[in-house]
């Protein structure tokens, strides 16, 4: 695969949709987004965590892979570049979250056997924010079955997520990642900071570019 392909990654409520969203529009890019209303167990998630895990886990890995598939099949394949509000790797994060530990070993497994062909992002973008940032964002935004969201679990998120980056950069050294403080940038509102970061992108695709 020669083709960009950007994930945008954080926490719940991180600015991931809004910024792959203005990296689509910048560089022309294919917007891959993740599915929300349509999964019928968040609301139910939301309301009792550990009776829903499993089949909101399984629910958004295997539409994730199907997002995936559809995504090598009829954009990268064809050299045209992508940028997802999403990396596969978050599935891991929250089923390790959510998941009790027998499921979450039955879990791993499935999704080590369906990313196996899976294109993979050649560069990230991670987005943290303190728990008061995101629950403010979570508000704002209002998604109704969302508001429910404890300050504990947002804290929890987004530790793991914190270490799984550090943990995939280890693992993936070829794979930039570009990390940015939600908290002081404001992408949304702000023209400044928004270019900011999308010359930081730029830059690193142009570098990608020549290492190809
Ligand atoms: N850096 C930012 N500065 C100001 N507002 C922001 C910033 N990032 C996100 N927002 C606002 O916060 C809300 C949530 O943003 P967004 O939907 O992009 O987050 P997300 O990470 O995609 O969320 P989710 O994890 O639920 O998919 C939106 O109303 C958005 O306008
Ligand atoms: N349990 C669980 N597993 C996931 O893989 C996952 N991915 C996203 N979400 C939740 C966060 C937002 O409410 C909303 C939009 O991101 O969906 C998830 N919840």
């Given at each position: 695969m020669n083709s960009n392909f950007i994930a945008v990654e954080g926490p719940i409520g991180a600015g991931k949709t809004s910024l792959a969203k203005a990296i689509s529009d910048h560089?022309?890019?294919?917007?891959?987004?993740?599915?929300?209303?349509?999964?019928?167990?968040?609301?139910?998630?939301?309301?009792?965590?550990?009776?829903?895990?499993?089949?909101?886990?399984?629910?958004?890995?295997?539409?994730?892979?199907?997002?995936?598939?559809?995504?090598?099949?009829?954009?990268?394949?064809?050299?045209?570049p992508v940028v997802?509000?999403?990396?596969m790797f978050k599935n891991l994060i929250f089923a390790h979250l959510t998941l009790r530990m027998d499921y979450y070993e039955k879990y791993a497994k499935?999704?080590?056997i369906l990313t196996e062909d899976l294109p993979e992002p050649n560069m990230v973008i991670y987005i943290h924010a303190d728990v008061d940032t995101l629950l403010k964002r979570i508000?704002?935004?209002?998604?109704?079955?969302?508001?429910?969201?404890?300050?504990d679990y947002l804290k929890q998120l987004s530790e793991r997520y914190d270490i799984f980056i550090?943990?995939?950069?280890?693992?993936?050294?070829?794979?930039?990642?570009?990390?940015?403080?939600?908290?002081?940038?404001?992408f949304v509102n702000n023209e400044h900071d928004l270019k900011t970061i999308l010359e930081n992108v730029t830059?690193?695709?142009?570098?990608?570019?020549?290492?190809?």
């Open positions: 560089f022309h890019f294919h917007l891959l987004k993740e599915i929300v209303e349509e999964n019928p167990y968040l609301g139910k998630f939301y309301e009792n965590i550990d009776e829903w895990a499993f089949q909101t886990e399984m629910f958004f890995l295997t539409h994730r892979f199907k997002q995936l598939e559809d995504i090598q099949n009829h954009f990268l394949h064809w050299n045209k997802s509000d999403f990396h499935i999704y080590s508000a704002m935004r209002g998604r109704n079955f969302e508001q429910s969201i404890s300050p550090e943990e995939f950069e280890r693992e993936h050294p070829n794979v930039p990642i570009l990390r940015i403080d939600g908290n002081a940038t404001d830059f690193l695709l142009a570098k990608g570019a020549n290492n190809r």
